[in-house]
């Protein structure tokens, strides 16, 4: 099972990025998919997380109404949207991958990690 993030880079206060988390190795659908973020000096953070087919949906109360969790299980990949962008979002984001993962906002609840991609937000 391997799980690769992209799309970060550097943004501006107030703009958007779109991260992607391709998956390989096994039946993508039958996994509950997750992203934690993790800024210097910080304790890892939960993110977002979506259910196997996409039909239920978890944020962090930091960026909801602000970020979109969503996937294409055709082609084994679940996006990041984040919209209205503020420094404190500048973090390494990491997906992150389970079957049954006990709790949605643990990271001990998940199997399998991706190498991280780092987002950047200048004030």
């Known amino acids: 099972v391997q799980l690769q993030a992209s799309g970060g880079g550097l943004v501006q206060a107030g703009g958007s990025l779109r991260l992607s988390c391709v998956a390989s190795?096994?039946?993508?659908?039958?996994?509950?998919v997750a992203w934690f973020r993790r800024s210097p000096g910080e304790e890892r953070e939960f993110v977002a997380a979506?259910?196997?087919?996409?039909?239920?949906?978890w944020y962090g109360d930091s960026v909801k109404g602000r970020f979109t969790i969503s996937r294409d299980n055709a082609k084994n990949t679940v996006f990041l949207q984040m919209s209205s962008l503020k420094p404190e979002d500048t973090a390494v984001y990491s997906c992150?991958?389970?079957?049954?993962?006990?709790?949605?906002?643990?990271?001990?609840?998940?199997?399998?990690w991706g190498q991280g991609t780092l987002v950047t937000v200048s004030s």
């Open positions: 190795g096994y039946t993508f659908s039958s996994y509950y």
């Open positions: 979506i259910s196997r087919n996409g039909g239920s949906t």
């Open positions: 992150v991958a389970a079957m049954y993962p006990s709790k949605m906002t643990l990271i001990q609840s998940y199997d399998y």
